[in-house]
């Protein structure tokens, strides 16, 4: 079975700066599907950005972007120029390409201070 | 709007009583799943289905039930037998059944379930 692990249960960091968050995995396949997703205080799940194992290249959303290592299963989240709002819970998350199922870390809760 | 509805936003549950959460999705989307978060944790997966009249148990389905009549919707029962059913649960979709995609997970709002 795939497991997510993120060893940051939790972070600051000052309103402008950047924070990476970190998340590995453990898996036996060559092609899958990563996520980071975003749970702010209303609960509500906001993918922030998603990554496909055979692309080398990071992917990137505007503030946020990956560094997917994929030898050493890991799959870091970089948040530049840190927003108040962005004060949430993040998600790592994999899921198979030949699978339906998401499977979550254990999440990193992130505040953004003024 | 499309989207997925979960109610209601609040349930409370007595000792030995079974209550069940919806979900319903305008989505037209194939795969919906329910799972279960308690505080401070990641999401556990509860159950899935990929299709009408099939679902699969996910990592923690002892304790639970669903159904899959139609499409648009996927019901949770949460039993007398779940102990611990203090949670929040969230309800999801994606538009196919996996393959070669990165299809996203659309969720719900969540429901809160209190035990009294």
């Known amino acids: 079975a795939q497991t997510v692990t993120q060893s940051q249960p939790e972070m600051s960091v000052q309103e402008a700066e950047t924070v990476t968050l970190s998340c590995t995995y453990d898996t036996s396949e060559s092609n899958y599907y990563l996520f980071w997703y975003k749970q702010p205080p209303s609960r509500q799940m906001i993918l922030v950005i998603r990554q496909e194992a055979y692309k080398q290249q990071n992917a990137t959303e505007n503030r946020f972007s990956v560094n997917f290592q994929k030898a050493a299963k890991s799959f870091s989240l970089k948040i530049s120029d840190s927003q108040l709002g962005d004060t949430a819970m993040y998600f790592c998350a994999f899921r198979e390409t030949s699978g339906s199922r998401l499977t979550f870390g254990e999440g990193t809760q992130l505040t953004v201070n003024p | ?116």
Not at chain 2, 4 to 30: A, M, W
Not at chain 2, 68 to 87: D, G
């Open chain 2, 1 to 116: 709007d499309g989207g997925i509805t979960q109610s209601p936003k609040y349930l409370f549950r007595k000792e030995g009583q079974n209550v069940t959460l919806s979900c319903e999705q305008n989505l037209n989307h194939d795969a919906m799943y329910w799972y279960r978060q308690d505080p401070g944790q990641g999401l556990r997966l509860i159950y899935y289905s990929q299709i009408v009249n099939d679902f699969q148990k996910g990592d923690i389905a002892e304790g639970y039930s669903v159904s899959r009549e139609k499409k648009e919707s996927f019901p949770l029962t949460v039993t007398s037998a779940q102990k611990n059913p203090t949670a929040f649960y969230l309800c999801a979709s994606t538009p196919g059944t996996g393959g070669s995609t990165n299809e996203k997970l659309f969720f719900g709002s969540g429901t809160q379930l209190s035990v009294l």
